[in-house]
């Protein structure tokens, strides 16, 4: 039955979201996302200026090579126009990721993204579980997803 869903997602070229053998990861791990965002980040002045801080939570998916597919990149928790264009900006701008591998094939991926905007010294981006949408400033200083990566394993 597993072995059934898996070729039909990959036929299909939905999003696969069931078990895995690796979940799909920014190659070199999430503290080189980490080190991608706080590179290529600009801030707003309001963000910049200390005025205001929020999280803007992003979905998109990881296709079979690893590629970022920009027609199913959403906005799942907005914070201001300005900061949810800015990660948007990012977001696109990725480099592939470490495809998705079920069944020892890569399949289409759900990825959930939170980007903090802010000038507190707290993480820039963490890769959220899917259910963690509404997370919130108090919450991201602790929040670690259960869908950690090995980074040894998703080298260039």
């Not at 200390?50 to 597919?69: A, H, P, Q, W, Y």
């Not at 991926?109 to 820039?124: H, L, R």
Request: charged share 25%; net charge positive; aromatic share 12%.
């Amino acid at each position: 039955m597993e072995e059934l869903r898996s070729i039909h997602a990959i036929k299909s070229e939905r999003p696969f979201i069931y078990n895995s053998e690796r979940v799909s990861c920014f190659i070199g791990g999430d503290s080189a996302m980490v080190v991608f965002f706080n590179k290529n980040i600009r801030y707003p002045k309001n963000v910049k200026s200390g005025e205001t801080e929020g999280i803007v939570v992003i979905r998109f998916v990881t296709l079979k090579n690893g590629s970022i597919d920009m027609k199913k990149v959403d906005i799942l928790k907005s914070f201001s126009e300005v900061c949810d264009k800015e990660a948007l900006r990012l977001v696109l701008k990725m480099p592939a990721w470490a495809p998705f591998i079920t069944g020892g094939l890569p399949v289409p991926a759900y990825q959930t993204i939170g980007i903090y905007f802010g000038n507190k010294e707290y993480d820039i981006v963490k890769r959220l579980n899917y259910k963690d949408t509404n997370i919130t400033l108090e919450e991201w200083p602790d929040y670690s997803s259960e869908r950690t990566c090995n980074p040894h394993t998703y080298k260039k």
